[in-house]
Nanobody
Framework: QVQLVESGGGLVQAGGSLRLSCAAS????????MGWCRQAPGKEREFVAA????????TYADSVKGRFTISRDNTKATVSLQMISLKPEDTAVYYC???????????????????WGMGTQVTVSS
């Protein structure tokens, strides 16, 4: 079974930065698109960012565009999410997700992903 393990969450003040990482195992990582989604209390899980299997295409939710950057290292089977200029509304549990596809684009939808990590909490204080 595919295993995704997130790390790097924590408490940060508004305007600060965090870097989330996800280590993937038990999959051929280079054949999977990867993504990050988040879920705030009382809200549905929402798409944040995704990257194609080759790493050549990335896409972001409008709410994080220009502040978050997704990247991957296929040699290490890791995907990261660099977050800057954090806002209180970014507070949520952040999940790493995987989709078995080598397509050149990834839809901006949380529901497309097959596999999920357990999540890491990000809290942004005002």
């Amino acid at each position: 079974q595919v295993q995704l393990v997130e790390s790097g969450g924590g408490l940060v003040q508004a305007g600060g930065s965090l870097r989330l990482s996800c280590a993937a195992s038990r999959l051929t990582f280079s054949t999977y698109a990867m993504g990050w989604c988040r879920q705030a209390p009382g809200k549905e899980r929402e798409f944040v960012a995704a990257i194609t299997s080759s790493g050549t295409y990335t896409t972001y939710a409008d709410s994080v565009k220009g502040r978050f950057t997704i990247s991957r290292d296929n040699t290490k089977a890791t995907v990261s999410l660099q977050m800057i200029s954090l806002k209180p509304e970014d507070t949520a549990v952040y999940y790493c997700a995987a989709l078995p596809t080598t397509a050149s684009m990834v839809p901006r939808q949380a529901s497309i992903f097959y596999y999920w990590g357990m999540g890491t909490q990000v809290t942004v204080s005002s």
